[in-house]
């Protein structure tokens, strides 16, 4: 699909336009698509990128969640991209779902020299050849703008917490481990630990309590250490 002997070439800049990629034997455009499940179809995204030109066998896909990047298909999408490629996807939630893992890869493709053009968003379309420093303006207004509504979901996501937690609360909903309730026959058997007439593990199995939770409770009722009774 790909010729696997392609090399780097440092001063490339960004890939221009369909025809130029045509002229240029060492750089390619590729195309991503991606559906969070198994059920959905992915022709929507793969028509809009071969309409935009790029080449059906060059168009990597995944039926998988947005969550992370542990994707088949991306990964092996990012195998193959070289310095001076070009990445089409049709909007920009296909990468991910994570807006901070978004603007993380994004930074990614950019510092290895890779240009984004993300079809739902026509400033990434624009051609700069000759004047790199547009694309890289507008990667980096792009950058920051996935950095602020990352910085907003992360809020939002901490708000929410904060809202839920406070309601439960006023329901009566206790958060942390569940309080472990004191046997009724308790200071009945621990008489007998410290009368040595039964050990602390004898205890244990009539109290039907664990090892951690009998030390833990038997310091909070008596205090001392664990080492005086056996």
């Known amino acids: 699909m ?7 070439f440092p ?3 960004a890939v221009n336009s369909i025809k130029s990629l045509a002229g240029k034997a060492e750089a390619k455009i590729f195309g991503y698509a991606r559906v969070s499940s198994i059920d959905q179809n992915l022709s929507r995204q793969t028509d809009a990128l071969m309409k935009f030109g790029v080449a059906k066998e060059d168009i990597f896909t995944d039926k998988r969640s947005g969550k992370d990047f542990e994707r088949e298909g991306y990964l092996d999408l990012k195998k193959r991209l070289r310095r001076g490629d070009t990445l089409v996807i049709k909007e920009l939630d296909r990468l991910g779902r994570s ?3 978004v603007k993380n890869e994004l930074k990614w493709l950019k510092e290895n020299g890779i240009r984004v053009k993300i ?3 026509p400033t990434t379309l624009t051609e700069t050849e000759g004047q ?6 507008v990667f980096n207004i792009l950058i920051e703008v996935m950095s602020s509504i990352a910085e907003e979901e992360r809020l939002m996501i901490h708000k929410r917490q904060s809202e839920g937690i406070a309601s ?3 329901r009566g909903v206790i958060f942390g481990r569940p309080m472990i309730v004191k046997p009724d026959n308790y200071e009945e058997v621990m008489e007998k630990v ?11 199995k009539v109290l039907k309590l664990k090892r951690g939770t009998f030390y833990k409770m038997r310091k909070t009722y008596y205090g001392g250490d664990d080492a005086d009774i056996n």
Do not use: H, P, Q
């Not at 790199?132 to 303006?137: A, C, G, I, K, S």
């Not at 410290?194 to 244990?204: K, L, N």
């Open 11 to 13: 001063n490339s800049g």
């Open 168 to 170: 439960a609360r006023e």
């Open 119 to 121: 079809l739902d968003i």
């Open 2 to 8: 790909v010729n696997e002997n392609r090399t780097d």
């Open 194 to 204: 410290f009368s040595g007439e039964i050990t602390a593990v004898g205890a244990m």
């Open 132 to 137: 790199d420093w547009v694309f890289d303006m």
């Open 99 to 101: 807006k901070e893992m």
